[in-house]
């Protein structure tokens, strides 16, 4: 039986001021209902492989809302960095955790815990199908079709295989300009990267040696730790790597791939604008819980929580009132709100991310 990784780090900044460094995206209900987002995902991963093969990355600092919003996690299944350093680090810090307890030859899936996902049944189809592969040393990413020029995400080049249901991937196109996506789209033959990745702990390592020396290096420096029970030392070795993302450090790199493309309601819900996808709109195309007022808007994305909120005359303009702020911005802007956080930090007002 394989395990499943999952990747609950990150601020979610593009959600602010809904997502902050106290409560990022992933401890949110986003995706409707009381379940926050990484424990829809810890079920999932449970209902496939069973609670004991389940391990979930996250930064000390959340350690908290852990234990709060998904308090069945065994806590030897909780594995912690001491910073935030991106996906590389991240998943290199639980694979060799998984192959401390059961050998470099475990298949592991990765999963980000921050995205929806509509259709579970068509998913843990699709993922079983994967980690057959994964037995065999593949590396597989799971795929989906595009439906727009998302520059956020990335993109996959596919061409046929013999083999049903599986492609070839010959390229990876990591978050292009909104021409670029635009040209990938036409051309044909390209799928979204959803982050979700199915292999064998020797084949990540053997692709680390590869590529970047120190990734293998990080990654043999957490094996020995794990193995020894040495918190300092999985520290420091955390903190020697590089903050990179694990598909700009390898995966982008790769010539040749497997990619298994699925339909299942994907969404990696990024901004704001995930909510027009995930909530009804008023015939204005307007998207609010309910409780807002709203007169001669359109095309508006308000988060009201329980404020009152009143919009009257105007257009493509998203309004979050939270608790924790409030954030007016155009629509088409909420992408670039990073920089907006990072003005925050910078002009001294840190406690507000």
């Not at 899936?109 to 040393?137: C, K, Y």
């Amino acid at each position: 039986m394989p395990s499943i990784l999952i990747l609950a780090g990150g601020e979610g900044v593009r959600f602010w001021p809904r997502s902050t460094r106290s409560r990022p995206k992933q401890f949110l209900p986003l995706a409707g209902g009381d379940r926050v987002m990484a424990a829809r995902t810890w079920d999932r991963a449970v209902a496939l492989v069973g609670e004991e093969r389940v391990f979930l990355v996250t930064g000390e600092r959340h350690e908290p809302l852990v234990r709060q919003f998904l308090p069945e996690v065994p806590e030897p299944q909780i594995l912690l960095e001491p910073e935030g350093r991106s996906t590389a680090a991240a998943v290199l810090l639980g694979c060799a955790r998984i192959a401390s307890l059961r050998g470099e030859g475990e298949v592991v899936a990765v999963l980000p815990s921050d995205h929806r996902i509509a259709d579970e049944r068509r998913f843990r189809s699709l993922l079983e199908v994967a980690l057959t592969w994964g037995n065999s040393g593949r590396m597989l990413f799971f795929g989906v079709p595009p439906t727009r020029p998302e520059t956020g995400f990335g993109y996959l080049r596919i061409r046929p295989l013999p083999v049903r249901g599986i492609f070839q991937g010959v390229g990876f196109v990591e978050k292009p300009s909104e021409e670029e996506a635009r040209d990938l789209i036409r051309g044909g033959e390209v799928l979204w990267n959803t982050g979700i990745y199915v292999f064998q702990v020797r084949r990540l390592a053997e692709l680390a040696g590869r590529i970047d020396p120190r990734l293998r290096e990080g990654y043999e420096g957490f094996l020995r730790a794990w193995r020894d029970r040495d918190g300092e030392e999985r520290k420091r070795v955390h903190r020697s790597l590089p903050a990179i993302s694990l598909e700009y450090a390898l995966l982008s790199r790769l010539s040749s791939f497997f990619v298994l493309p699925g339909d299942f309601g994907w969404d990696d819900l990024g901004d704001w604008r995930s909510l027009e996808r995930i909530r009804p709109r008023d015939r204005d195309g307007n998207v609010s819980a309910g409780r807002a007022a709203l007169l001669e808007c359109r095309d508006c994305i308000v988060d009201e929580g329980s404020q009152r909120v009143a919009l009257f005359g105007v257009r493509d303009l998203v309004v979050a009132a939270c608790p924790e702020g409030v954030l007016v911005c155009p629509r088409d802007r909420v992408g670039e709100l990073r920089r907006l956080v990072d003005h925050l930090k910078e002009s001294g007002r840190a406690d507000w991310t």
